[in-house]
């Protein structure tokens, strides 16, 4: 069992400083469209056997990057690696061929799925294309799926509309698996879904997870779910990373400010506590970053420093966790006063 | 099924019956043409020359050469139709592959094929036609070219327009990762999903492209002589008009029904096949939800809820005294059933999207309604003030008092006084309830005049004011933005400071964080916080997030599918929950620090709620489920200051 713990360091995917940038093009009778960058110097490492949990507000870029890693969009900048191959640039064949080891699960299930297609026709698909299965073997393998995924082997011939969303998330999943990939990239798998229907999902994939010997890169906005299924995390804001580390470190023991402020703003079920708010205004706009640091606007620590100088994502102790703040060596939640007492 | 479904519906059309009834008729005929006992439609003879209708061999009359009319507007029509058809396939073929390409690949080729169509738009259309013909000749080939090209546009402006929305959606995406190539996913993927556009457009335009060929050929460019096609025919027909005038009315008689039934068919096509219209987007909406009139009587009576029916008098809220005492409770909803009627066929089914939902919300209080989609929580908090759209929704049963007064069957009128002015409303995305081309100041203002009848200047210093009131940074300049140059909190704070404007009693909040992110909707739910308190207004707020309605609410009413199962304060649900849905419910959300706790899901799906079980509808999903919980409705029972829908709850155990 030695060589499976080493194994299970080995790194699958390597994004080293990748950016992404919208607009900016040229356009006839009109003034460039503004710039935007949507992920601006991502480095992570996916290791064989992890979860990482990317987690950020709407705009942070973490969709961006789940898309790059797909090839759905490529990067301005910066390489993603498979293994040892560069991914970024693929094509044709070559992409096909790592879509037999990287899949991909939707947020929204209904729309992930074509509508007039039947299960069979969407399962099957990626075994024809990708493993060139024969007629046989396909079927034999998508009653499998079906059965992985918890779902009845007779709606093979139903079509995407007579499922729930839960029902239709689990035939995205069974989609993904179908060609049996190392690694799965999650956008935001459940947060189209009710509660009750949310953790019928996430236990399935937490049992996939250990029964396949998968890897997972989820993408959420959600902390509470990040905790349950991930052990690791990359907190992202403004098309960067600003903090990364193990779950138990990031959320028990958080070094940047707006780590902590993310994790205070969760509302907590069954306590009165009071309504909390420590981040006054909103994002900058991604058009005109601030100089110095992206979160100094609404940060309760910033100085004239991080107005001016940008911090380094540095590591802290030596357990992986990495923080871009000035103030990292010294962690400070918010303070009191930024809490507001209910006037009862 | 789908199918079915469809052909029964448009049989009910019965105009497009008769459409295609017509239709049908004249392509038979034209078809079997050759086998008809006809006389050959170009065989000239000169003593028949102008014969009237009803002579013998000759029912329908000869023309000025003597041919016989019957003859020549059967093998007429089927060269106009076959023209037609013709063009309108080359034209549908051609333009949809232009529009899809366009759609699909976008960027250069969408520019350069799209300017290319909007060149060809810029002519009219039968200049642009007779400009063809005349540069490659007259002749029937030439009009049938003529024509496609000019109804190319058509199908590719269409088809671009709804491609380019399927193009966006993930299931395009989740074809190629499946290895689709570009083609696989353009013919496989998007295709099938374009072509009911194709055929709208096709059921729209054929009847157009049969009367330009008759255009042309009337004019002498299309059918050449001695061919009959209807057109030609109606331009010979003109020269003896006076003296025959059925040579010329016959060919102009086939052409107005053949149009007319091809126009009722694409209608009624166009009904069963266009999603937007199939929605019921034609039928407009009642400006109340209506009342059922058996409940309108009752009312009227004043035995609406009866007493065996009522829930636990005293139960929450204290002393409800009927409605009596308003100064303390504002709002009171008892037994409320709003249900939508649906229609399949010839019998009509009832979704009870709210079955017998009671709560009270004291003055200055804050309730929570929590619940998963389909349990009922929107459906109540819009029937308050009738906003629930008619068809389908109705309300059967029930009783909403306000300040006393009972809304259910109110006159419009009240309704209308009340709404946006004593009851408010806040929506989950504020970009649907504010209208985009109105500034965000404007907005506010209208509903202070609205209500208010003050000054426009007035209106303005107040929508300023509330603006500031909602913690809106540098309200003075962003009274004049539009909703689309605000972020969604800012947008969201609009939505509230609207809702605030004449100083409401109570407020329904639905959903209103849900499209936030968690630091903006901590702004938002301290907002909404300290407004409740300063304002003393009543607070109703909608969630499927206990942890939001714990930061908020005093009490919490927790519903699933259609009724409310329990109700207490959020600490007493929290700590101890008593229906086993929401002590699952509960149990089945993942909480941040609190890794090691295993889920438990729940199994299964909410009941249909067209089709409800007799006893608790929880029951299947259960994990306590007895035989006697299925065996009867359950009702609500009072715990002391609480109430819950189950059965094995002990009388005691509260």
């Not at chain 1, 992985?148 to 082997?153: G, K, P, Q, T």
């Not at chain 1, 006054?280 to 100085?303: D, H, I, K, Q, V």
């Not at chain 2, 049989?11 to 050959?40: C, E, H, K, M, Q």
């Not at chain 2, 299309?222 to 010979?236: K, R, V, Y």
Request: net charge neutral; hydrophobic share 40%; aromatic share 6%.
């Amino acid at each position: 069992m030695n060589a499976s713990s080493a194994m299970n360091n080995e790194p699958l995917i390597r994004i080293e400083a990748v950016e992404r940038t919208f607009g900016g093009a040229r356009r006839f009778l009109a003034p460039p469209s503004p710039l935007i960058h949507a992920v601006n110097g991502v480095t992570l490492t996916l290791r064989r056997g992890d979860a990482l949990g990317v987690v950020g507000e709407s705009g942070c870029g973490k969709s961006t990057l789940a898309r790059m890693i797909m090839g759905i969009i490529p990067p301005t900048a910066g390489t993603i690696r498979y293994r040892d191959t560069d991914i970024s640039s693929l094509r044709g064949a070559d992409r096909r061929r790592l879509y037999r080891n990287i899949q991909f699960v939707f947020q929204d299930p209904q729309s992930s799925l074509n509508p007039r297609k039947t299960v069979r026709e969407i399962l099957e698909a990626p075994m024809k294309k990708l493993l060139n299965l024969d007629a046989a073997a396909r079927e034999r393998k998508a009653r499998e799926l079906m059965d992985r995924v918890n779902l009845r082997a007779e709606f093979l011939d139903r079509h995407p509309h007579e499922f729930s969303g839960g029902q239709a998330q689990r035939i995205g999943i069974a989609r993904a698996l179908a060609v049996d990939p190392d690694v799965l990239i999650l956008d935001e798998p459940v947060s189209a879904l009710d509660v009750s229907i949310q953790a019928q999902i996430l236990s399935l994939l937490k049992e996939l997870k250990s029964d396949l010997d998968l890897t997972y890169l989820f993408i959420s906005h959600d902390l509470a779910v990040v905790d349950y299924l991930c052990e690791q995390v990359a907190v992202m804001y403004l098309g960067q990373v600003v903090e990364q580390g193990s779950v138990g470190e990031i959320f028990e023991s958080p070094r940047h400010p707006y780590t902590h402020v993310l994790l205070r703003s969760v509302p907590e079920p069954g306590s009165h506590r009071p309504t909390r708010m420590e981040l006054s205004g909103e994002l900058p706009n991604p058009a005109a970053l601030p100089a110095g640091c992206n979160f100094a606007p609404r940060c309760y620590r910033a100085t004239a420093r991080c107005r001016g100088e940008e911090p380094d994502l540095r590591g802290y102790g030596d357990g992986g966790h990495r923080a871009a703040c000035h103030f990292a060596d010294d962690p400070v939640p918010p303070p009191e006063d930024a809490i507001t007492e209910r006037n009862a | 099924m789908a199918v079915h479904s469809k052909f029964r519906r448009f049989f009910y059309n019965r105009l497009a019956t008769v459409g295609l009834f017509i239709v049908l008729v004249v392509l038979v005929v034209s078809a079997a043409a050759p086998i008809l006992p006809l006389t050959d439609p170009n065989q000239t003879v000169l003593t028949n020359r102008l014969l009237p209708p009803g002579s013998e061999g000759h029912p329908l009359g000869a023309d000025e050469l003597g041919r016989d009319m019957l003859s020549r507007l059967i093998w007429g029509t089927r060269v106009s139709l076959a023209v037609g058809l013709s063009a309108t396939a080359i034209a549908a073929l051609v333009g949809s592959l232009i529009g899809i390409f366009a759609a699909f690949y976008g960027g250069w080729l969408d520019n350069t094929l799209m300017r290319g169509i909007d060149m060809l738009m810029a002519f009219p259309y039968m200049l642009l036609a007779l400009a063809i013909v005349a540069v490659l000749g007259a002749g029937l080939f030439n009009a049938l070219v003529a024509i496609s090209v000019v109804n190319i546009p058509f199908f590719a402006r269409n088809v671009r327009g709804a491609t380019v929305g399927l193009v966006r959606l993930e299931y395009v995406d989740a074809a190629r990762l499946s290895g689709k190539s570009d083609m696989e996913v353009l013919f496989g993927e998007l295709l099938p999903n374009v072509l009911p556009v194709i055929f709208i457009t096709i059921s729209t335009t054929v009847g157009w492209m049969i009367l330009e060929t008759a255009g042309l050929s009337f004019l002498g460019l299309g059918a050449q002589p001695p061919t009959a096609d209807l057109g030609s025919m109606l331009g010979e027909g003109r020269k003896s008009i006076l003296v025959a005038p059925h040579v010329a009315t016959l060919p102009g008689l086939v052409i107005l029904v053949l149009v007319i039934g091809i126009n009722l068919l694409g209608d009624g096509l166009r009904d069963v096949l266009d999603p937007y219209l199939r929605s019921g987007a034609l039928v407009s909406p009642r400006p109340a939800t209506e009342v059922d009139t058996d409940l309108r009587r009752r009312l009227r009576s004043g035995d609406a809820v009866e007493p065996g029916t009522e829930v636990s008098p005293d139960g929450p809220g204290g002393n409800d005294g009927g409605g009596n005492d308003g100064g303390t409770v504002p709002l009171s909803v008892r037994e409320l059933r709003t249900w939508f009627w649906q229609r399949s066929g010839r019998t009509s089914s009832a979704v009870r999207a709210t079955d017998g939902v009671s709560f009270q919300v004291p003055r200055g209080a804050a309730l929570g309604i929590m619940g998963e989609s389909g349990s009922g929580k929107s459906v109540t908090a819009l029937s308050v003030l009738g906003l629930v759209p008619t068809p389908p929704g109705r309300i059967m049963d029930g009783s909403i008092r306000f300040n006393g007064e009972e809304l259910i069957g109110a006159p419009i009128e009240r309704l209308r006084h009340y709404r946006g002015n004593r009851i408010a409303y806040i929506f989950q995305n504020p970009m649907t309830s504010l209208n985009p081309l109105i500034t965000v100041g404007e907005q506010i203002a209208e509903s202070v005049r609205h209500h208010q009848g003050v000054s426009r200047a007035a209106a303005r210093e107040r929508a300023q004011e509330l603006m500031d009131k909602v913690q809106i940074p540098n309200a003075a300049a962003r009274v004049d933005s539009y909703p689309h140059e605000l972020s969604g909190g800012m947008r969201q704070r609009v939505g509230i400071a609207v809702a605030l404007a004449n100083d409401p009693d109570v407020i329904i909040a639905d959903e209103p964080t849900t499209a936030l992110d968690v630091t903006i909707q901590a702004q938002i739910l301290k907002l909404l916080d300290d407004l409740r308190r300063s304002e003393g207004v009543s607070l109703v707020f909608i969630s499927h997030d206990f942890g939001v309605i714990s930061e908020l609410c005093d009490r919490v009413v927790v519903m699933y599918a259609g009724q409310v199962v329990e109700s207490g304060t959020v600490d007493e649900i929290y700590r101890h929950p008593l229906h086993p849905y929401t002590r699952r419910l509960m149990a089945c959300v993942p909480r941040l620090g609190d890794r090691a706790r295993a889920l438990t899901a729940i199994p299964g799906l909410p009941p249909a709620l067209d089709d409800l079980p007799t006893g608790c509808r929880f029951a299947d999903r259960c994990d306590v489920v007895t035989d006697a919980c299925r065996e009867a409705p359950v009702e609500l029972r009072g715990h002391g200051a609480r109430e819950a829908r189950c059965i094995l709850v002990e009388e005691t155990s509260a």
